[in-house]
T-cell receptor, first 116, second 114 residues
């Protein structure tokens, strides 16, 4: 399968613990995006990278959240000291820079986080 | 965060019926997109619109970019059972520095009439 891959698909953690999600984009795509989706809502933008550079961050990305894309390929999203309000689906998407302006993002299946 | 106003929130369809849904915003967008999300999956792009007034089709789906650039609608003709799911509109400005910030509606959930 050559689509966007996310791991783990599901994560249950206790409040206060740290969690990390990984995203492997479509191989020829150099833009990678993180979105968050809560129940009954549409996805909300968190941040995006072009190659290894983080070009934009949403105000939703508090200082407990950090995203990296060290070699311009896969990306990680870490949430420190998780809170119950962090429970959500974390979606990764990628796009081709020549098509990025068209909004054609390809999404992964998401990583669902439950904070107890 | 900001979200678009999408309606209806949910609707029931009978096979063969036509379906309409729309999306409005208080802000202007340069691009409108429609995605479909099935349970446990990420959104999949259905149609993208880049010009005010543009009407675009993808099989049984037709979408229009409103001339005010503040709205869009999606029609599905002759619905079939696999059309069930959640449909999201998304707007993008793609102006200035923002290249990644798609703003999504809350979704229209399509279900089959019992």
């Amino acid at each position: 399968d050559t689509g966007v891959s996310q791991d783990p698909r599901h994560k249950i953690t206790k409040r206060g613990q740290n969690v990390t999600f990984r995203c492997d984009p479509i191989s020829e795509h150099n833009r990678l995006y993180w979105y968050r989706q809560t129940l009954g809502q549409g996805p909300e933008f968190l941040t995006y990278f072009q190659n290894e550079a983080q070009l934009e961050k949403s105000r939703l990305l508090s200082d407990r959240f950090s995203a990296e894309r060290p070699k311009g390929s896969f990306s990680t999203l870490e949430i420190q000291r998780t809170e119950q309000g962090d429970s959500a689906m974390y979606l990764c998407a990628s796009s081709d820079v020549t098509r990025a302006g068209t909004g054609e993002l390809f999404f992964g299946e998401g990583s669902r986080l439950t904070v107890l | 965060g900001q979200q678009l106003n999408q309606s209806p929130q949910s609707m029931f369809i009978q096979e063969g019926e036509d379906v309409s849904m729309n999306c409005t915003s208080s802000s202007i967008f340069n691009t409108w997109l429609w995605y479909k999300q099935d349970p446990g999956e990420g959104p999949v792009l259905l149609i993208a619109l880049y010009k005010a007034g543009e009407l675009t089709s993808n099989g049984r789906l037709t979408a229009q970019f409103g001339i005010t650039r503040k709205d869009s609608f999606l029609n599905i003709s002759a619905s079939i059972p696999s059309d069930v799911g959640i449909y999201f509109c998304a707007g993008a400005r793609f102006a200035g520095g923002s290249q990644g910030n798609l703003i999504f509606g809350k979704g229209t959930k399509l279900s089959v009439k019992p």
